[in-house]
């Protein structure tokens, strides 16, 4: 069973870099074929796919975030993470890590992907 935890701090200022990391446990992240995905959904409001890091280490991002997204890995600790740059009060979401076999970039509810984390709230305040 796959099991995802994502972690970070869940209040951020405005203008600095959001950090949160997605620890992988019962499969790893290098195995053929999945994509490891970061999704958000703010209040009130759909789901928001922000970009992935596919098991070869190419990633892919939304091209509303990409200026501002950056995905990574460490393959040693079996995480992955994702930083999100100059945020404001607009970033405040619920983040969720996910992994599918497809690269999901419109979900509709997480239940879309294969496994997903609990998800963790981000408030983005002074």
């Known amino acids: 069973q796959v099991q995802l935890q994502e972690s970070g701090p869940g209040l951020v200022k405005p203008s600095q870099t959001l950090s949160l990391t997605c620890t992988v446990s019962g499969g790893s992240i290098t195995t053929n074929y999945y994509y490891w995905s970061w999704i958000r959904q703010p209040p009130g409001k759909g789901l928001e796919w922000m970009g992935a890091i596919r098991y070869t280490g190419q990633t892919y991002y939304s091209p509303s975030l990409k200026s501002r997204t950056s995905i990574s890995r460490d393959t040693s600790k079996n995480q992955f993470t994702l930083q999100l740059s100059s945020v404001t009060p607009e970033d405040t979401a619920v983040y969720y890590c996910?992994?599918?076999?497809?690269?999901?970039?419109?979900?509709?509810?997480?239940?879309?992907?294969?496994?997903w984390g609990q998800g963790t709230q981000v408030t983005v305040s002074s």
């Open positions: 996910a992994r599918d076999s497809r690269l999901r970039r419109v979900p509709t509810t997480i239940d879309e992907y294969d496994y």
